[in-house]
């Protein structure tokens, strides 16, 4: 089973800032089959990226993807206020053995 | 638009069998694949399996093999998750969600059906 690791398990920013997030695969992935999802409480993830740097419909273009072999980067420009949400990593090049990270929780400071 | 609607939350006791649906529309049912996350505290999300509504075939991820079976009635285009024996550790919120293909990222979700098993 591939195991993604997610840092930092919270950050916390202001609006405005700059955010980057982590996803460490335990083994080399496809950049093809790595994916972000936010999730604001009470709601459903909602695709962000896939194939690690391309934005889903509707996604803004703060939003930007990168990253190959074991390690993947999400990284948000300028923080809006409705970006504070928790952020997780998903491989699913061995689907239906498919793994998400643990998430990490972006917070307003 | 693409939506997917599950059933509500439910209540139920250790040993019993359980249901739960996910009606979907706005898009061709049977030409993309539904797939089941299953959503706790303890251990995030967990992806469980997907269908294929268009000739029911199924594959499982081995941790769910066995645990639970998937199926869909393309009359209806709705999708079902069923267990024949709860356990208190089946207690999460499960999702439906829609993808492209086997290999590929989940592009829509329902929003949720939590299930509380307590005896």
């Known amino acids: 089973e591939i195991v993604l690791t997610q840092s930092p398990g919270a950050l916390s920013l202001s609006p405005g800032e700059r955010a980057t997030l982590s996803c460490r695969a335990s083994q080399s992935i496809s950049a093809s089959f790595l994916a972000w999802y936010q999730q604001k409480p009470g709601q459903a993830p909602r695709l962000l990226i896939y194939g690690a740097s391309n934005r889903a419909t509707g996604i803004p273009d703060r939003f930007s993807g990168s990253g190959s072999g074991t390690d993947f980067t999400l990284t948000i420009s300028r923080l809006e206020p409705e970006d504070f949400a928790v952020y997780y990593c998903?491989?699913?090049?061995?689907?239906?053995?498919?793994?998400f990270g643990q998430g990490t929780k972006l917070e307003i400071k | 638009e693409v939506q997917l609607v599950q059933s509500g939350a439910e209540v139920a006791k250790p040993g019993e069998s359980l249901n739960i649906s996910c009606e979907a529309s706005?898009?061709?049912?049977?030409?993309?694949?539904i797939a089941w996350v299953r959503q706790t505290p303890e251990k995030g999300l967990e992806f469980m399996g997907i269908i294929y509504p268009g000739d029911s075939e199924t594959r499982y991820n081995p941790s769910f093999q066995g645990q639970v079976t998937l199926s869909v009635d393309k009359s209806s285009t709705t999708a079902y998750l069923q267990w024949s024996s709860l356990r208190a550790s089946d207690t999460a919120i499960y999702y439906c969600?829609?993808?492209?293909?086997?290999?590929?990222?989940?592009?829509?979700w329902g929003q949720g059906t939590l299930v509380t098993v307590s005896s």
């Open positions: 969600a829609r993808q492209r293909g086997v290999v590929a990222a989940i592009s829509s």
């Open positions: 706005g898009y061709s049912f049977t030409s993309y694949w």
């Open positions: 998903q491989q699913f090049g061995r689907s239906p053995r498919c793994s």
